[in-house]
T-cell receptor, first 108, second 114 residues
Framework: GQSLEQPSEVTAVEGAIVQMNCTYQ??????LSWYQQHDGGAPTFLSY????GLEETGRFSSFLSRSDSYGYLLLQELQMKDSASYFC?????????FGKGTRLHILP | DTAVSQTPKYLVTQMGNDKSIKCEQN?????MYWYKQDSKKFLKIMFS???????INETVPNRFSPKSPDKAHLNLHINSLELGDSAVYFC?????????????FGSGTRLTVV
């Protein structure tokens, strides 16, 4: 079968750094993606890791360890607008399977 | 604007009715999808079409029937609506290739069955 595990909620302070983890179990693994979804909005693509290591895009970084079936999304210099749900998604050869998401709460 | 657009944004209907949701993308993508997001925000794939051909049909009741008249459009028709069909339905599209450039999602259709 296939499964993705993410913490359901994380709370952090404005200006701080937060890491959101994702562990997965699947066959036919191609890579790990991350999506952001604000309340009432559509999921938007943030990043993709096919190989081990860190990918950085501005304040957002994503990490993958294929041997550990583990990845994380790192957000730096948190802003209130980063309050949203963050989904990791496993890319297989035929489709993307989403985790249940981590709700990020940011305190002023 | 280049985007994935779906209509309607909100749909309230009675049990037993038949309804359709339309989706169009002008991104030149070759694959389109329907996802269902339940009240717990779980995003589950329903269907996938590549160049008008059905390539994924997950365990979805056959009351749900997708139709792709061309590679820019993917519509979803639902017969005999049930209370459990209430959810947000997202259309998405992607460009196939070696690297994942991500799915582009439409703004969603919030379906409420009463």
């Amino acid at each position: 079968g296939q499964s993705l595990e993410q913490p359901s909620e994380v709370t952090a302070v404005e200006g701080a750094i937060v890491q959101m983890n994702c562990t997965y179990q699947t066959s036919g693994f191609y890579g790990l993606s991350w999506y952001q979804q604000h309340d009432g909005g559509a999921p938007t693509f943030l990043s993709y890791n096919a190989l081990d290591g860190l990918e950085e895009t501005g304040r957002f970084s994503s990490f993958l360890s294929r041997s550990d079936s583990y990845g994380y999304l790192l957000l730096q210099e948190l802003q209130m607008k980063d309050s949203a749900s963050y989904f990791c998604a496993v890319r297989r050869n035929d489709k993307i399977i989403f985790g249940k998401g981590t709700r990020l709460h940011i305190l002023p | 604007d280049t985007a994935v657009s779906q209509t309607p944004k909100y749909l309230v209907t009675q049990m037993g009715n038949d309804k359709s949701i339309k989706c169009e993308q002008n991104l030149g993508h070759d694959t389109m999808y329907w996802y269902k997001q339940d009240s717990k925000k779980f995003l589950k794939i329903m269907f996938s079409y590549n160049n008008k051909e059905l390539i994924i049909n997950e365990t979805v009741p056959n009351r749900f029937s997708p139709k792709s008249p061309d590679k820019a459009h993917l519509n979803l028709h639902i017969n005999s609506l049930e209370l459990g069909d209430s959810a947000v339905y997202f259309c998405a599209s992607s460009l196939e290739g070696a690297r994942d450039y991500g799915y582009t999602f439409g703004s969603g259709t919030r379906l409420t069955v009463v």
